[in-house]
C-alpha cells in the first residue's frame, strides 16, 4: 500500500483458517487420520518402553579404550623407535637437566601416563644392539609402543640414517641405583604450598607422603612429575615417604625447604644399605589420578620434546588393571 498505513491481515474463515489458506474437506480427513496414526505410534512405544520390553538390536559399544599406565613388570613390548634430541632439558618429568650419559626416551601419552613413568628405565632392543634408558619426557605425537629415543641412544641400537626402526623393548626391574633418594622443591614452595621432585628411585613411584603433625599426608602427583599438597605441608624439615610400583618403600627425613635446590638424603630406595622392608608383589599399573588444579600452584613448565632413617611396613601392590568388557544382548 502506499498511503503508510499497515496492511489488513485477510479475513479468516468461519472455520478459523485465514483466507487463501483453506483446507478442502477431503485433505483436512486425511491429515486428521494420519496424526491419529502417529499419536497411536508414540503411545505404543511408550508403553513398550515403560513395561521393559528389550529394544531392537542395536550397534555393539565401542570397546574401551586401554587405561594409561607406564610399562612394568619386566614384559616385552614389540614397536618402533626414532631420536630426538633434547638439547640438555630434563623433559616432561621435570629434571633439571638430561642424564649426564643423554641416554633417555620419550613415551607416548598412553605409557607416560601422566608422568607414571617418570624415572623409571626401559632395556630396548633394535637391529644394532641394545640400550638402557632413562624415561624423561612425554612423546605427545607418539602411540603405544612408538619410543622416541634421544640421539645417542638410538645410535646405540640402529644406524641413525634409518630413522625409523623396529624395536622391543621391556621395563628394568630394580635398576642399579646411581645413589640415595633426591628431592628438589619446586620455586615458589612454602610452608603454605608444597611441591616436590624426587630422584634416584629407579623403579616408577606409586605414591610420596609427608609427615605433618604425626600423620602421613599423600601428595597428588602432577604430569610434570611434582608432587602436590596444594595447602602445603608446614615449616619443616620434612620426613618424606616414597613407594615405588614393586612395593619398595623408604622414607628420608631432614628435607628442608629450598625451593630450586636439589638434596640428596641418606636413604636408598632399596638395595644396599636401604632402610626398607620389602616383599614380592606384582607391580602396581594404575595410573595416578589426575590432580585438581590449584590457583596457587606454578606453572607446569612446558614440554621440551619437539612439537610439542625409617623402616616402614611393606605395602602390597595393587592387582594389575585390565579393560573391562561391556556385554550385549545381541550376543
Known sequence: ?????????????SDGTPAGHRIPPRTRRRLVAAGLATLAAVVAVTLAVRGGAAPACAAPPRAALPLAAPPVGGATHTGKATFYDSKGAGGNCSRPAAPANRLYVALGPSEYAAGASCGGFLDVTGPRGSVRVLVMDQCPECAAGHLDLSAE?????????????????????????????????????SQWWFAVLVGDHGNPLRSVEVRQNGSWRAADRQDYNYWLIPSGAGPGPYSIRVTDVYGHRATATGIRIRPGQVQRSATRMYGAGAATTTRSAKPSRSPSPRPRPSASASASPSPSHPTPAETAAPLDAAAPITPSTVPTACG
Do not use: C, W
Open 1 to 13: 500500500m502506499t498511503d503508510g498505513s499497515a496492511p489488513h491481515p485477510p479475513t479468516p474463515a
Open 153 to 189: 641412544a638410538f645410535a646405540r641400537i640402529a644406524d641413525p640414517v634409518q630413522g625409523v626402526v623396529k624395536v622391543s623393548y621391556r621395563a628394568v626391574v630394580n635398576p642399579s641405583l646411581p645413589g640415595p633418594l633426591t628431592f628438589r622443591l619446586k620455586e615458589g614452595s
